[in-house]
């Protein structure tokens, strides 16, 4: 039967990208994906702003914007999945194409600019709440005159349906989106967001997603409004504008947000440098060019509680799930633990100076 799914995904890298993402979500839809056998090793379970994960892997928000197939991708493994970015109202997105793949750099570049169904459709899809861990990753309409309503209105809508939320201001496809990362707005942002909170029937977690392409000089400040204004975690980081050492040129010209394996190490230099300023004290979501047992514990060491990963799944399958959850056991067994805990944050300090990331 794997040998079926491997031949479904060699299918799948051979189709143009945005119609294999389509034929994948489909396939999901009608059932033709692999179970995970469950329960999952105990020693991986954590408990992080007060959910009780079964393994810290998720599906990242951007394969399953509009909330199809959440029941499914828990199934096939993942500890957790983010729908979305989700925005007040359905929008088509970029024109196409706007989606592209390079094999020779295990990489992605998109500009879709939030293609989603609306909040609407989503929110019934997932009224029949799964078993499982569902995060909200709520979004700014392309048009809209009040940016920061939009996140206060997406959160109210969503809240009988998310397990957390994760602020998208980052999105290099949504234009002057990330300008909501400077402090002074940021801060408007979340203050705004508390508020209407704290009038909601039940308080969910609220996360931040910010841009790898953020100065050095810039994320103390930043990282400072978000720990003051009281949201519980960061989430590091979304897709990068920057394009060095890409293999191939085309590929490269392509505008819009990279990700893969070309994002592993400046989004994990970014991670441990936001743990190092939170103190190990904030939950963290490493996400950005996990394809293997050994970036998963990278990602891991620098900071992260909790990892994410849409890229390498395109070129690896569905198998390299399984294979991180294994990796990640054995490396709970050579540390003589009985959960990730004592991994966490453990090099953190050698990931925020690393020479290799000062060239980027
Ligand atoms: C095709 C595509 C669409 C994406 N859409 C979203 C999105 O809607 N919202 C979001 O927060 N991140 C989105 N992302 C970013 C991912 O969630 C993730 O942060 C990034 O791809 C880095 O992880 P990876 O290298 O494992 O793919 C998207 C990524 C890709 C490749």
């Known amino acids: 039967m794997n040998g079926l ?26 059932g033709f994906y692999p179970r995970a056998p469950r329960p999952d090793d105990k020693r991986l379970a954590q408990t ?7 393994n810290p892997l998720g599906m990242a928000p951007g394969f399953d914007k509009s909330a199809r197939v959440p029941r499914e991708l828990l199934a096939i493994g993942f500890g957790f999945v983010e729908v979305g970015t989700l925005t007040p109202r359905p929008q088509s997105g970029n024109p196409a194409p706007r989606l592209f793949r390079s ?23 997932l009224m029949d709440r799964p078993q499982g861990i569902v995060g909200v990753n709520i979004g ?9 309503a939009d996140y206060v209105s997406g959160m109210e809508r969503m809240v009988p349906v998310a397990n957390y939320f994760t602020f998208n201001i980052s999105s290099p496809n949504t234009p002057g989106l990330r300008d909501l990362q400077a402090p002074k707005t940021l801060d408007s942002l979340l203050k705004r967001v508390q508020a209407a909170r704290d009038s909601l029937p039940k308080r969910p977690p609220l996360l931040v997603k910010l841009a790898p392409d953020l100065a050095d000089e810039d994320l103390p400040e930043i990282v400072g409004v978000i720990v003051a204004n009281g949201a519980e975690g960061i989430v590091v980081s979304n897709t990068t504008l920057a ?10 010209r392509e505008s819009g947000g990279l990700s893969g394996r070309p994002l592993f190490v400046r989004s994990t230099r970014m991670l441990a440098r936001v743990y190092q300023l939170t103190e190990g004290k904030l939950p963290l979501i490493g996400v950005g060019g996990i394809d293997s047992g050994e970036t998963a514990l990278a990602k891991i060491a620098a900071g992260a509680s909790l990892i994410q990963l849409y890229t390498a799944l395109v070129f690896e399958g569905l198998g390299l799930i399984a294979r991180i959850k294994r990796a990640l056991v054995e490396a709970i067994e050579q540390a003589k633990a009985d959960s990730l805990a004592p991994l966490i944050g453990k090099r953190a300090e050698e990931w925020a100076s690393r020479e290799v990331a000062a060239r980027l």
């Open 243 to 252: 394009r060095d050492g890409l293999k191939d040129a085309s590929f490269a």
């Open 5 to 30: 799914y491997g031949l479904g995904q060699a299918l799948l890298l051979a189709i143009p990208p945005e119609q294999a993402h389509d034929l994948a979500v489909k396939g999901l839809e009608l």
């Open 103 to 125: 094999t020779s750099d295990r990489a992605i570049i998109n500009r879709l600019g939030f293609n989603n169904e609306g909040q609407e459709i989503a929110l019934s899809r």
């Open 48 to 54: 992080v702003f007060s959910l009780d994960f079964p």
């Open 140 to 148: 700014a309409g392309r048009d809209s005159k009040d940016r920061i």
